[in-house]
């Protein structure tokens, strides 16, 4: 259930970045319901006569019924739904735990529901406040601490016997990096929220028709993201090969840190892709899922490495770990 509703949130971070991309924030100018409907029109003939001026001003001029912005927008949130109803089933399947030594693991999930059910009503407020900066970033931190309570859930249920045992003096520099390699990539995907916040004031002033002029436009916010890559760059090859030269390239957090590279690479492509080729529309949400992928591949390589503290197992598997161990 962990992985399966991880799979989900990833797919819902894909498609919030779409929705961003495509400027279809606005594409159903109320909630929870779109023009009005529970199913949203798929024409103009569909929307009431008055709808110009019941939603012009929230649509910010664009009153022209665009059916592509508002099926983006509606997909978008029926993901967010399916979301949460994953969540809950996760929630329910984490219940025998509190009959058990692993009690946390439903605080967690219980944690988890209730922060996706306030991200649901910020997702609300980023429609009232009509995209408002500080909400819609808020609303992007918040699906990060989501992502990381339900990857520690998963890492706790497939990968915490890897290293219930395992002691090594090394582990505490690999601890110490991590933290740092974690806060710098949060910081970045922040800086990276500001850009884009600015973006939206150039695609305001310029229109989605002059995309080879946005990069031009956006000033310092850009440069200051740009050159702080090299940065968080610098910080994640040294934390990737120290676990290779620690751990090895074929132990899990080798794998970990190989998959890590791999995704900043990723990473850095599609930011040089939108800089240099007139920000396409694809590049933009697969620029925020490589960013959201690669925290949340540290974060559990840094519990992997970390499990005797972070992954707490009962009495009970312990002694079953022994068991297998001494056979």
């Known amino acids: 259930m962990a992985l399966n509703t991880v799979i989900t949130l990833y797919f819902l971070i894909i498609a919030g970045g779409v929705v961003r991309s495509t400027g279809a924030g606005m594409g159903c100018p109320d909630w929870p319901r779109c023009f009005g409907s529970w199913v949203p029109p798929t024409e103009a003939s569909q929307l009431p006569a008055n709808y110009k001026e019941n939603y012009g001003a929230k649509l910010k001029g664009e009153v022209e019924f665009n059916p592509v912005k508002t099926w983006i927008e509606y997909v978008n949130r029926l993901l967010g739904a399916f979301t949460g109803i994953m969540i809950f089933l996760t929630l329910l399947a984490s219940i025998p735990f509190l009959k058990t030594g692993d009690k946390q693991i439903f605080f967690f999930c219980l944690a988890a529901f209730l922060l996706v059910g306030f991200q649901g009503w910020l997702g609300a407020k980023v429609v009232s406040f009509e995209l408002l900066p500080i909400v819609v970033t808020l609303h992007m931190l918040l699906a990060i601490v989501i992502v990381f309570v339900l990857l520690y859930l998963l890492t706790w249920s497939r990968f915490s016997a890897y290293t219930l045992f395992k002691t090594n003096e090394s582990r505490k520099v690999l601890n110490t990096i991590g933290l740092v390699v974690m806060g710098l990539s949060l910081f970045q995907i922040l800086l990276g929220t500001q850009v884009r916040e600015a973006m939206d004031e150039v695609i305001v002033k310029l229109g989605y028709s002059s995309r080879a002029r946005w990069i031009s436009e956006l000033g310092v916010k850009f440069y200051i993201h740009r050159s702080f890559s090299t940065i968080v760059f610098g910080f994640n090859i040294f934390w990737i090969n ?56 540290q974060f559990v390589g840094w519990l992997v490495i970390n499990g005797n503290k972070y992954l707490r197992y009962n009495n009970k598997k312990i002694g079953e770990h022994q068991m297998l161990t001494s056979k």
Do not use: D, N, S
């Open 242 to 297: 120290k676990i290779l030269k620690t751990e090895g390239r074929m132990t899990l957090p080798g794998r970990i840190a190989i998959a890590c590279l791999f995704i900043m690479l990723a990473e850095i492509g599609t930011g040089l892709i939108m800089a240099y080729l007139g920000v396409p529309p694809f590049a933009q949400p697969l620029h925020l899922t490589f960013a959201i992928l690669l925290i949340g591949l």
